[in-house]
């Protein structure tokens, strides 16, 4: 099984019809076993299938959920303080009323809703004519092609302005598809040095009550090759940082269970690095986190800019707490449960 087989199944597929869905989770199953267990006994392999599914029908835990949280290792009262896919649909229904909102899960509107926070330059391709779309890549020497909808990493092409040598064909090519251009970020030279490859960027989760914006956790999240993007599902690197300061206070740890003290590439040491003009990140999502009086729950993607702004990349209305729970392997629903049962 190749590495982009393994991203495909370990993140989470719409699939169309009921053979491909059970075939899918049944694949999952058995490489999330192989990648965080390893080989086993027929006993230990069906003592773990067992424990697996009381995981399911007790807890309203995953795949994902059972292996990446190593629930086959911790006891039931432990398992119990890990955000699962029940405890998650949850506090997606009491904060925002729904798993999806249009306003986040496209990027047209929420580029033109969060414009003030983005600090970067983008066009919406369908609005714009062919001397916009000309002048906008004439003024950007990189730049990024994106899909309205999409997660996860996909949908998003990076050019190089030079390589186009038909812009009238390329303009033709990506009209009336909902496609927008963005501007490439030009990120802190401190945080490029780990990934220079990649945007690396940090998400931080916020929800909103009626009278405080709660800021509930923060995750800085690198690139691990020649990607462009730091995702996590798209086996990128995620250590937690401390809310209060901005300073990573876990290793590493990628999709497949891999945990790094030094960032694998550039050999930087990752425990202990603070993320600059941390007050900036704060106030960018508190102010963020106010614009829509509808959504409560939104994990910001940050980008920290080569002149110190603070630059919004989107907001995710449905932010996996993968990201937030398995770099330490502590379980935040408590956290997460006090903050809700106020709303």
């Excluded at 983008?122 to 997660?151: C, E, M, P, R």
């Excluded at 995620?238 to 300073?247: P, R, S």
């Excluded at 550039?266 to 990140?281: A, F, H, I, Q, R």
Aim: aromatic residues 12%; hydrophobic residues 35%.
């Amino acid at each position: 099984m190749d590495s982009q087989e393994k991203i495909r199944l370990t993140g989470y597929n719409d699939e169309k019809g009921i053979k491909a869905y059970i075939k899918n989770h049944i694949q999952k199953y058995f490489l999330l076993k192989e990648m965080f267990i390893g080989k086993t006994s027929k006993f230990q392999s069906a003592k773990i299938f067992i424990d697996f599914w009381i995981s399911v029908l007790v807890l309203g835990a995953g795949i994902n959920d059972y292996f990446q949280y190593n629930f086959y290792k911790i006891s039931y009262a432990e398992r119990k303080t890990f955000i699962v896919g029940r405890k998650w649909k949850k506090i997606l229904l009491e904060c925002n009323g729904s798993t999806k909102i249009e306003l986040f899960d496209d990027k047209l509107k929420f580029n033109a809703k969060f414009d003030e926070f983005l600090n970067r330059d983008w066009i919406d391709v369908d609005k714009a004519d062919y001397k916009s779309i000309l002048d906008f890549i004439s003024n950007h020497d990189t730049f990024f092609v994106k899909q309205n909808i999409g997660s996860g990493g996909n949908g998003i092409v990076k050019y190089n302005s030079k390589e186009i040598k038909d812009v009238e064909d390329f303009y033709h090519t990506i009209k009336g598809k909902s496609f927008l251009l963005e501007e490439a970020i030009n990120q802190d030279a401190s945080l490029a040095e780990f990934n220079p490859t990649s945007v690396n960027t940090i998400r931080v989760v916020t929800i909103r009550d009626e009278s405080e914006v709660h800021i509930m956790d923060a995750v800085l999240r690198m690139g691990n090759g020649d990607k462009s993007t730091d995702n996590f599902h798209q086996h990128g690197l995620a250590m937690k940082l401390d809310v209060k300061t901005g300073e990573v206070v876990s290793p590493a740890i990628d999709k497949s269970n891999n945990k790094y003290e030094y960032h694998p590439l550039s050999n930087k040491k990752l425990v202990g690095y603070v993320v600059p003009n941390w007050d900036k990140v704060i106030d960018t999502v508190t102010r963020a986190s106010k614009v829509s009086k509808e959504v409560r729950y939104v994990g910001w993607d940050i980008a920290i800019l080569a002149n110190g702004e603070v630059s919004i990349i989107e907001g995710n209305c449905s932010s996996d707490p993968d990201i937030t729970q398995m770099p330490e392997q502590i379980g935040r629903w408590y956290d997460y449960e006090k903050i809700i049962n106020k709303l």
